[in-house]
């Protein structure tokens, strides 16, 4: 995240035509309390090999330790999801970015950021509120049908993924415990 390479927990390879999946705190959250249709994306994410990036941050917001969390916990072991540490230069673009978007959530800029830089689509409870932070962001509602994930083959076709539509008017926390 950021203008400079960030620091990273576990080494990661972008597509060069980019492609792949951002996760904000509600797929954690959801993925903890068992919800299968985040279980279904992020394992058919990595069948299709698509990068999964997890701003730490993200999981500052969701881990409270404990077996609960055994699910998360074999995510970000997993060698296809990044967790991405913001260096010096990422955390004062967040910074700037916050403040240009007047959108008062620093993890949202950082996923917006982290999405941005890598050309990834957000997985996200929050719709409004990142696109609240960059509106020209392609997002994945967890209120829209997961089962839509385009295949790696159709992303490599289309540089972007065809369902997902950017945000329009979506509803603020309106999961209901996905994951």
Excluded: F
């Excluded at 279980?39 to 404990?66: D, N, S």
């Excluded at 403040?99 to 957000?122: T, Y």
């Excluded at 962001?137 to 209120?143: A, D, E, G, N, V």
């Excluded at 289309?158 to 603020?172: E, F, N, S």
């Amino acid at each position: 995240m950021g203008g400079s390479a960030a620091a990273t927990h576990r080494p990661h390879q972008v597509s060069p035509r980019g492609g792949g999946l951002t996760l904000d705190t509600g797929v954690l959250i959801g993925l903890e309390r068992g919800d299968q249709r985040i279980r279904h994306l992020l394992q058919r994410a990595v069948t299709e090999e698509m990068p999964l990036a997890v701003p730490a941050g993200v999981i500052a917001q969701a881990w409270r330790g404990g077996p609960r969390q055994a699910r998360i916990a074999r995510l970000l072991a997993d060698p296809a999801v990044e967790v991405v540490v913001p260096d010096d230069p990422t955390a004062r673009a967040v910074g700037v970015l916050t403040a240009r978007s007047g959108h008062h959530d620093v993890i949202d800029a950082c996923v917006a950021l982290c999405a941005a830089e890598r050309s990834h689509v957000v997985v996200t409870s929050d719709p409004a509120d990142i696109a609240a932070v960059d509106p020209r962001l392609t997002l994945i509602p967890l209120k829209a049908e997961l089962e839509n994930l385009p295949t790696r083959a159709s992303q490599d076709r289309h540089h972007r993924y065809p369902r997902p539509t950017r945000h329009q008017g979506a509803t603020r926390r309106g999961t209901g415990g996905a994951l």
